[in-house]
């Protein structure tokens, strides 16, 4: 399709148009489920983005199951991200609500033009398009962008304002699983296998040479209740992982996500919690964790490895975040320290996917999605921990299935308060009655190693192996 400057122009303003009534209805406090007939018919991709924007500001001062409030929660969060080649985190657009409006009207959609014209420019002076093909791919880039942006950094904060939003409307008790010691014991008693903890109450470090009271550390453990920090054995990864890693790579985890409909939506027993994407974070050589790798996204249907790629340019800060690349694409194959295949590698991704699955439907069922942490490790296949405020890590997943997902909760979350908590009560008897279900198949179909226990060792035992339940499926 040729395109004219004038007819781009025109598409341009509409989306902006568009763009902003959206906006400008749910502020005057519009109701999501009886949108005008205009909104209705846009697409569910289109609805839950915009009108998750404007939930910033109605969560804006409301309590957050993380951190105080739900702009407290950004500014921490947001503190260390910045919008490619800017340098300037994000966090500096919310300390208050003026600047944080003015940031979603006016900055956004320039950001979404800057896109733009590097989409029109690389199709001119790369792929040598026409003027008038790289011209609509530039109105394309804007539109999508502006109103169904697939970048992981959107689709992480819509992930953040659903949880927010559906935590301060239901009260769900599975938010609780943030805190990383709650979904540790939690796990332990429901037999999810996790990493394990030692149970001495305080530890005190030592270096080996200073003196005089110097070089000596003090940590309270988690389980003494007045205790910060979770003590555990380093983990290493299994022979399968490390063949794809660097031999100073951290413990390299994969991310599984995990979407429930047991907070509040219609479902049954077999169709409440379903695996939506996984990614294997290739921890890059001498890192201490894998927040610092490459990420290979993974089929789920079969669990081959697929093309890698990184997210670092959207944490570039200062001066460097001016120099850092616009995009990066997926064309990684092996991993860049030490030369490893990766892609092409098959994963137990069964194994995962059933464990994500069934921890989500244990432990936190009353919470749309959950991030999990899955490490193949030399003690077994652990969960490390659950993120409520989940990213997606640039995994692909089933668009329709998701965005019509949280499109569903949204609606359910627009009704009034006692309405939600009868559709609340609705979803935990079914969950209960899955509870027997489960419970009576696991009883014929699961084994436990009797050599194992759910109970991590003291740290003076004479066995300092930690053990793991670790569950066969029939």
Avoid at 158 to 183: I, P, Q, V
Avoid at 349 to 369: F, G, Q, T, Y
């Amino acid at each position: 399709m040729v395109m004219t400057t004038m007819a781009a122009a025109q598409e341009v303003v509409q989306a902006v148009l568009l763009f902003w009534r959206s906006l400008l209805f749910f502020l005057r406090n519009g109701s999501y489920r009886e949108a005008p007939e205009w909104f209705q018919k846009l697409p569910s991709h289109t609805k839950v983005h915009l009108y998750s924007l404007s939930l910033i500001f109605e969560i804006w001062g409301q309590p957050h199951y993380r951190n105080g409030t739900f702009q407290e929660d950004m500014v921490k969060n947001l503190r260390n991200v910045a919008i490619p080649r800017t340098g300037i985190p994000l966090s500096s657009f919310c300390h208050s609500k003026l600047t944080t409006l003015a940031f979603v009207f006016v900055v956004y959609p320039i950001i979404a033009l800057v896109a733009a014209l590097h989409v029109f420019h690389v199709a001119m002076k790369e792929s040598g398009d026409s003027f008038e093909a790289a011209l609509a791919s530039g109105v394309e880039a804007f539109k999508e962008q502006l109103l169904t942006p697939r970048d992981w950094f959107s689709l992480w904060r819509l992930n953040c304002r659903l949880a927010s939003y559906h935590s301060g409307k239901t009260k769900a008790e599975g938010y609780k699983m943030e805190d990383k010691w709650t979904f540790l014991v939690d796990a332990e008693k429901a037999r999810v296998p996790i990493s394990p903890c030692m149970k001495v109450g305080e530890i005190v470090v030592k270096d080996r040479n200073e003196e005089g009271g110097m070089g000596i550390h003090f940590f309270k453990n988690a389980c003494r209740g007045d205790g910060n920090w979770i003590i555990q054995e380093k983990l290493e990864n299994d022979e399968f992982v490390g063949s794809m890693l660097p031999a100073d790579a951290p413990l390299s985890t994969f991310r599984v996500i995990t979407a429930s409909r047991g907070g509040g939506l219609e479902h049954t027993e077999d169709n409440m919690v379903t695996a939506l994407s996984c990614v294997f974070r290739a921890g890059r050589a001498g890192a201490l964790t894998d927040h610092s790798s490459i990420i290979f996204d993974i089929d789920t249907s079969t669990g081959f490895i697929g093309k890698g790629t990184t997210n670092s340019h959207w944490y570039q800060l200062g001066m460097k975040g001016l120099k850092t690349a616009w995009t990066s694409s997926k064309t990684m194959t092996h991993h860049p320290d030490c030369g490893a295949k990766v892609t092409g590698r098959q994963v137990p991704i069964e194994e995962m996917k059933h464990l994500c699955v069934e921890a989500h439907r244990v432990l936190l069922p009353d919470v749309p999605m959950a991030g999990w942490d899955v490490a193949l490790t030399n003690k077994g296949v652990l969960l490390l921990e659950t993120n409520l405020s989940c990213n997606f890590f640039r995994g692909t997943f089933d668009e329709d299935l998701y965005f019509n997902f949280v499109h569903d909760y949204f609606c359910m979350l627009d009704d009034d308060a006692m309405t939600i908590q009868q559709k609340m009560e609705a979803s935990k008897k079914i969950r209960e009655s899955a509870s027997e279900f489960y419970c009576d198949r696991s009883h014929s179909s699961t084994e436990v190693d009797s050599s194992a226990t759910p109970t991590p060792p003291d740290s003076d035992s004479d066995d300092q192996q930690e053990t793991v339940v670790r569950q066969r499926r029939a």
